[in-house]
């Protein structure tokens, strides 16, 4: 088990490497998450905290993810066991398989239904219907117990389908096909929205900051979303880090994978908010922004026809080398420290964390619906049913597992070996390292820890608001 390093599989090129990371950073977290969340609270003030917190928190615990992944050559729980033996710390990696594989479950639900209304578009099914007839076929689809599972079960297919090819020939080989075509369908949307008579009011929504409208809350959601958004905290990143080759600078790596994640969440609430603003509807809809607020858009805009399909299909494809990223995490484990073969680790995840998805998917319904769980939230214990308490609970674990990461960088692990990791392809020693150290063992960690408490309603408790 231990002398397979020499014919693992890897990246094999610079692109390849940038296609895969930022094709599992860039997904339903830019595209449908972040839109909506600027949104509710309050648009560019948002986003100004939302950048702070990727500089500041986000990109150290990448570039920590990817040198643990690459440094021990394993997934991520056998990254923890070969760096730091016996000890509990691979008790962290633990956490994020568990936490990949409850992702993997609503977000193929969540994919499933971008795909639904790629086929929706296609058919013309929104033409004509008013505002509330729209809202139905939503709220229509999400609570039918067969239509969304069916979905699922496809969008997941090829998930499987691209991991099953291994890491050269599978996930590299399609994301870089797929990146691309992502980068221009968005471009094309964004043209559209900004020349849209009156989408004026939308542009400054996002680059004009309001700060009244800033809450300690937003900036607590902001931290969450730059964990959820740069697939950190469940060791994606340390199991893609650990395919990365050993001349790849890794900081230079970490800035364009963050780089190309913001952009695109830019440019969708560009390719959006215009939209939304020009047909004067409310941008704060929330989680149904994408679903229920832009088939309305669409519908009033010339060529709506047209763009739906684009849009529905960009959320696809983002979707698909995201949910890849996740179920990596699955089969290296099963591959490397239960010694399955590719295509049965393959398998078995996959199917699996369909089976578990499917469930999930009926608490939406009437079937499961009846089933309502307690989550401690920011402002109170609150009961749901399964679907949203699984979204709840990996917007909890993702911090958690941050939190772990960072401190097992900053004093669970040798300080030279992390630096070595670091430096070893660079020519010397790389500036960021000054500010890197005290972020990631003091800033990083109380920082997540903050956000964690207030998220399971801890301030809420002690009686301390943040409005
Ligand atoms: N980052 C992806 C998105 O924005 C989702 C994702 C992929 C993810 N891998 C992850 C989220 C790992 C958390 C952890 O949609």
Known sequence: MENNTTQRDAFSSRLGIIAAAAGSAIGLGNIWKFPYITGQYGGAAFIIIYLICIALIGMPVMLSEFALGRRAQKNAIGTFKKLAPNTPWFLTGWLGLVAAFVILAFYGVVAGWTMAYVWKSILNQFAGMDAETITNTFVGMITNPVQPIIWQVLFMALTAGIVLGGIKDGIEKYTKILMPLLLVIILILDIRAITLPGGGAGVSFLLAPDFSKLSALAVMQALGHAFFTLSLGMGTMIT????????????????????????????????????????????????????????????????????????????????????????????????????????????????????????????????????????????????????????????????????????????????????????????????????????????????????????????????????
């Open 240 to 467: 893609y880090g650990s395919y990365i080759s050993q001349h790849e600078n890794l900081g230079t790596t970490t800035m364009q994978v963050t780089i190309a994640d913001t952009v695109i969440a830019l440019m969708a609430g560009l390719a959006i908010f215009p939209a939304v603003f020009a047909f004067g509807i409310e941008p704060s809809a929330g989680p149904s922004l994408v679903f229920i607020t832009l088939p309305n858009v669409f519908n009033q805009m010339a060529g709506g026809y047209f763009f739906s399909i684009l849009f529905f299909f960009l959320l696809a494809v983002a979707a698909l080398t995201s949910s890849v990223s996740i179920l990596e995490v699955v089969v290296a484990y099963f591959d490397e420290e239960l010694n399955m073969d590719r295509v049965k680790a393959t398998i078995i995840a996959a199917t699996s964390i369909t089976i578990f998805g499917a469930i999930l998917s009926l608490g939406n319904t009437d079937i499961l619906g009846s089933i309502q769980l307690p989550f401690p939230v920011s402002d109170g214990i609150h009961d749901m049913n399964i679907f949203d308490w699984a979204v709840e609970f990996t917007d909890r674990l993702l911090p958690v597992g941050g939190f772990f990461i960072a401190l097992f960088v900053g004093w669970g692990m040798n300080k030279e070996d992390f630096e070595d990791e670091v430096h070893h392809a660079d020519h010397g020693k790389a500036a960021y390292m000054t500010f890197f150290w005290p972020i990631i063992r003091y800033l990083a960690p109380i920082a997540i820890l903050i956000v964690f408490l207030n998220s399971v309603g801890v301030f809420n408790a002690l009686g301390i608001k943040l409005g």
